[in-house]
């Protein structure tokens, strides 16, 4: 309980000091979304109409920076974000609510397929390894991560959507799926899903395989798991007992994390095929000096982590016997 509680009270201040760097640092972006505004158009706005935007958007008596600080922390607590600049009138919440299920649907269970996939690939090389299957594994998966990857979704956007026409080009949907949740809706939705999912996996799968992979050859060379060879129990009853238990938990912590900035999505991924997920409208707002829904995004991509990693914690605590004997 005493771990527990610490980890509350970490949470909780750290907490705050995202959101104080959440209202500090898009406030030290050169401009505002009035002179954006006024770039956009080029001169096709009067100047004089400058007023009346500022008056509009609620940028005409900001007050100090103190009193902005203080009420921005009032509206936080009763989760007040504001209305969008760059998509204005729409308030940031309804913003946030369209944009997270299309995040939560490609960047989420793209993260977790990864995540199992390369984790199982990781623990067959660490186990096996000195086959030539195991062994063949490491340096594709390195390729695989060390790939930048913008340029390997650019590629296969270019030969699968432009070339062969397999997959549409952008989007979340069809400009006209049907009704929700029917057949044709659901079909839209995975082709359009499809080609980012694929570029997500190909290019993560690595990271968690290398990662697993050093965990078990590092797991391998322990006593114990020389003393259970020696009490006669199988190879199947180490590998899952002792080697994938122990082997688990460093990974497991990065995948906490990783889940985490799920809420954020994949600037990237989004950005490349212009899928409408809170990493698309994260970019827009970051252009446009949208300060509103830019600080709400970054705030819940904040309360996503520390909240993931507080999780991974827990869970922690039941695998690891040594957390809950207060020896780690």
């Known amino acids: 309980m005493p771990y527990l509680l610490r980890k509350v009270v970490l949470l909780v201040f750290t907490l705050w000091v995202a959101a104080t760097l959440n209202f500090v640092l898009p406030r030290l972006v050169p401009g505002d979304p009035v002179s954006v505004m006024l770039a956009k158009y080029q001169g096709r706005l009067d100047p004089s109409a400058v007023d009346a935007l500022k008056i509009a958007y609620g940028l005409d008596n900001l007050g100090s920076p103190v009193s902005q600080y203080f ?121 359009h899903a499809a080609l980012p999912s694929f570029t997500i996996l190909v290019t993560s799968v690595g990271g968690w395989l290398i990662t697993m992979r050093n965990n078990v050859v590092s797991v391998a060379s322990e006593d114990y798991l020389a003393f259970a060879r020696a009490k006669g129990l199988t190879e199947r009853r180490i590998l899952s007992r002792y080697v994938l238990r122990n082997a688990l938990l460093p990974s497991f912590t990065s995948f906490g994390m990783a889940l985490g900035f799920v809420v954020g999505g994949s600037i990237l991924t989004e950005i490349v095929f212009s899928y409408p997920g809170l990493g698309f409208y994260l970019y827009q707002a970051v252009v446009g000096l949208d300060y509103p829904l830019m600080q709400a995004i970054f705030f819940f991509i904040a309360l996503a982590v520390l909240l993931a990693n507080f999780a991974v914690d827990l869970i922690n605590v039941l695998l690891d016997p040594r957390i809950r004997e207060g020896r780690a």
């Not at 690939?121 to 695989?144: E, H, I, K, N």
């Open 71 to 191: 009420s921005y922390l009032g509206r936080l607590l009763h989760a007040d974000f504001g209305r969008s600049i760059s998509l204005f009138p729409t308030p940031v919440l309804d913003v946030i609510g369209q944009a997270l299920p299309y995040t939560f649907g490609l960047v989420g269970v793209t993260t977790i397929l990864s995540f199992i996939i390369g984790t199982a690939l990781g623990l067959f090389s660490g186990w096996r390894r000195g086959q030539a299957g195991a062994d063949a594994l490491t340096p594709v998966s390195l390729f695989l991560s060390s790939m930048p990857y913008f340029w390997f979704a650019l590629l296969c956007l270019y030969i699968f959507a432009f070339q062969l026409k397999w997959f549409p080009l952008s989007g979340a949907l069809d400009p006209f799926p049907g009704a929700a949740f029917t057949a044709g809706w659901w079909s839209s939705l995975l082709r």
